[in-house]
């Protein structure tokens, strides 16, 4: 069992970059697939990357190409690297984890994983 706990978030200009990080407490982190999610106001959660125990990853076609998620796993941490920031991009960013049967499949399915962040608020102006 591991807990998320996001860091990271905050305010940035248009075209800027941040960095989200979701460390995650307990045993065998690295056995864990994890994903991150986002949710603007008035929106529901939408997947926006994932990456898998052994390091495949996948995203949402609205972010590819300018998020990248990878993982730390002797830190026990997940990061998600955004650059080229949009204001559309303004939202909740959910750090998410749990172990899969099919280990080498991209999960970015929000009711898959069970084990879930409080959340970090990333806001983008314009």
């Known amino acids: 069992q591991v807990q998320p706990v996001e860091s990271g978030g905050g305010l940035v200009e248009a075209g800027g970059s941040l960095r989200l990080s979701c460390a995650a407490s307990?045993?065998?982190?690295?056995?864990?697939?994890m994903g991150w999610f986002r949710q603007a106001p008035g929106k529901e959660r939408e997947f926006v990357a994932a990456?898998?125990?052994?390091?495949?990853?996948g995203y949402a076609d609205s972010v590819r190409g300018r998020l990248t998620i990878s993982r730390d796993d002797a830190k026990n941490t997940g990061y998600l690297e955004m650059n080229s920031l949009k204001p559309e991009d303004t939202a909740v960013y959910y750090c998410?984890?749990?172990?899969?049967?099919?280990?080498?499949?991209?999960?970015?399915?929000?009711?898959?994983?069970?084990?879930w962040g409080q959340g970090t608020q990333v806001t983008v102006s314009s």
């Open positions: 998410a984890a749990d172990r899969f049967r099919r280990r080498a499949v991209v999960v970015g399915t929000l009711g898959a994983y069970g084990y």
């Open positions: 307990g045993r065998s982190f690295s056995s864990y697939a």
């Open positions: 990456i898998t125990w052994s390091g495949n990853t």
